[in-house]
């Protein structure tokens, strides 16, 4: 059982994977690789906000009026 963020989207990942590969192509696949595609997406900017490189900002946010 998948327990932190990065495990739970590759699990789902490798479902959705495991559905396409079962289909022709067409709607319902091209629906699955979108799916696929916005878990990669979400690994990525996991993966990037997690970084230790990235810094968060040096001054409180400024008001915008």
Known sequence: VPHT?????AAEKAKLEAQ????KPGPKREELEKKIEQLETAAHLNQWLTSPGLQPPASRLKRWN
């Open 20 to 23: 396409m590969a079962l289909l």
């Open 5 to 9: 963020f990065e495990e739970n989207l």
